[in-house]
């Protein structure tokens, strides 16, 4: 897996595989690659024989709600009893009671609890995580959350790419006023450039939350403000997100399970990744799992991620979401891997260092106790990792040995 990328339309069909292959890694970056009989004469002060399994790049997350406190197991029977997703949040539930739960979480509390979600992604192949606030929805515990992903990628060996979600929901006391609060997030960009603390600004476009407008507008400040743009578009009706995305120029499009047929064409004809989430559908019970077969028979990029959050999608197992993609997005493997590794980079701007095993580039590598690349969607809901390597150091390892 050594293309650049972003891999568009029908080359995600087309995966490189290299058969007994040897990978040689110097401090945290691959230096060498060859066969295993060219690597037998080499010198090396460590040797990890992967046995015959299959090897890839790490997979990249390109899409989660890292950082939250509580969590929302007790909506589980409200969802069985068919109350929609969109009406647990009017009722004041779903985002709002995690956005409750975040903002009387102490900011310890928080590091730790995203600290075990980031070891739990590692286990499962993980190296690269992209990371969004929003459950705070004011000032203070927007820059707690953030705050929070900056620590986290300073005391975790995973990277952490992280976004600003202020535009997440509206809080209740700006039911009648959305655009006001919008103004009120928008007074964070400076403060939030300055600190480093987000590469990208978000944006939930959807009914009952934000409009294609307030969200065009909204993300043309922060596009002035030299962020990157994403947005969560066209999950549950399609209202055109995903036009706008590819209008504005972002850097990747997230959920896209309603687009419309000219937002498919938009998007094949851009520069903008369609980022799929097909474990939210499966999770919120949806016919709907995204569009992805059309988006890439039709040119475009598409990556895939878990959007491991506490109320629509909550697990931080890549892999399962793979199996997903398979059979119920229709996707090949090898498209499947290049949505996981390759394109994600590209979602998350780290295009020129992850999401590929090349000469160069950053020693994130996954040892699979697996035959070959088929057997990861195939085998679903368990962790197949036998050896996880972030920047040339195993991380992960599984216990015994058989
Ligand atoms: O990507 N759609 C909006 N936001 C999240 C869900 C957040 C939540 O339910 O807590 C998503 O699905
Ligand atoms: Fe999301």
Not at 385 to 402: H, W
Request: proline share 4%.
């Amino acid at each position: 897996m050594d293309k650049k990328g972003p891999v568009k339309g029908s080359d995600m069909g087309e995966l490189t595989v290299w058969r007994d292959a040897a990978i040689g890694v110097k401090n945290d970056t691959v230096v060498w690659i060859g066969s295993s009989e060219e690597a037998s004469i080499l010198e090396a002060s460590q040797i990890i024989d992967a046995k015959g399994r299959l090897v890839t790049p790490g997979l990249v997350e390109p899409h989660t709600h890292l950082v939250f406190g509580g969590s929302r197991e007790k909506e589980m029977a409200l969802k069985q009893q068919g109350v929609p997703y969109l009406e647990i949040l009017q009722q004041g539930g779903g985002i709002l009671s995690t956005v409750r739960a975040t903002q009387n979480t102490p900011y310890d509390e928080l590091l730790e609890k995203a600290l075990f979600h980031l070891d739990r992604m590692a286990m499962h192949g993980i190296t690269t995580v992209e990371a969004k606030s929003g459950y705070g929805l004011n000032r203070e515990t927007e820059l707690k959350q953030l705050q929070v992903a900056k620590e986290a990628n300073e005391q975790h060996p995973l990277d952490i790419v992280s976004t600003f979600l202020g535009a997440h929901a509206i809080p209740p006391e700006y039911k009648d006023d959305p655009e006001a609060f919008l103004d009120e997030m928008c007074e964070l960009f400076d403060e939030i450039k300055e600190e480093n603390l987000a590469e990208f600004v978000d944006i939930f476009t959807e009914t009952g939350v934000f409009s294609v407008p307030q969200s065009r507008k909204y993300l043309l400040k922060a596009k002035e403000k030299g962020f990157g743009l994403k947005i969560h578009a066209d999950e549950i009706d399609p209202l055109g997100g995903t036009e706008l995305a590819v209008e504005l120029g972002a850097i990747s499009g997230d959920h896209l399970a309603v687009t419309s047929d000219e937002g498919i064409q938009k998007l094949a004809n851009s520069n903008t990744i369609g980022v799929i989430l097909p474990g939210t559908s499966f999770y919120l019970g949806k016919d709907d799992y995204g569009r992805a077969r059309e988006m890439i028979d039709a040119g475009a990029a598409i990556a895939i991620s878990t959007d491991f959050n506490p109320g629509s999608s909550v697990t931080e197992n890549l892999q399962l979401i793979m199996s997903i993609a398979a059979l119920k997005l229709k996707l090949s493997p090898e498209e499947i891997w290049h949505a996981v590794t390759v394109n994600a980079a590209h979602a998350i701007g780290r295009g020129n260092v992850a999401g590929s095993i090349a000469i160069g580039r950053k020693a994130d590598i996954v040892m699979w106790d697996a035959p070959n690349y088929l057997y990861i969607p195939y085998h679903y809901g368990v962790n197949h990792t036998n050896t996880v390597i972030k920047n040339g150091q195993v991380i992960y390892e599984r216990q015994t040995n058989r």
